[in-house]
């Protein structure tokens, strides 16, 4: 049993041993390796945001507390379809953002190019 632990060690060694270590690749290899997206969102365009915001609907037991606020989204937007959506900023209510959120992801088709988008949500009562 102990000369399987010292077969495994070893085995452990030589593999670090054959694999270069970070500073030895290539400065080519380690640029290329990742390009962070652009992390500016881009301005949806009126009708679009229009589109969205029609999707949501403010709680019931948030009019009645009389909740309001304002919330910022992040769209990331591939083939049309949203592939992820983040919370940029939070309208200080969970209730609130979550609803947000459900009618962003109500929306199927957006009539986007692939791309970052900003989306402001606000929650006022009239």
Do not use: C
């Not at 997206?37 to 589109?51: I, L």
């Not at 009645?64 to 983040?86: I, M, P, S």
């Not at 088709?109 to 900003?118: D, I, M, Q, T, V």
């Amino acid at each position: 049993m102990v000369k399987t632990v010292k077969k495994q060690a070893s085995a452990q060694n030589n593999t670090a041993e054959a694999s270069p270590s970070d500073s030895e690749l290539p400065q080519e290899q380690a640029s290329v390796a990742y390009r962070p997206a652009s992390t500016n969102p881009g301005a949806m365009p009126a009708d679009v945001e229009q589109m969205i915001l029609t999707q949501i609907s403010y709680p019931r037991q948030a009019r009645r507390k009389g909740w309001q606020g304002k919330a910022t989204f992040h769209l990331n937007v591939r083939e049309q379809k949203l592939a992820k959506l983040d919370l940029f900023h939070s309208s200080g209510y969970e209730l609130l953002d979550r609803a947000a959120m459900r009618g962003i992801q109500a929306v199927g088709k957006l009539p986007l190019a692939n791309g970052l988008y900003s989306l402001p949500v606000e929650f006022r009562l009239q």
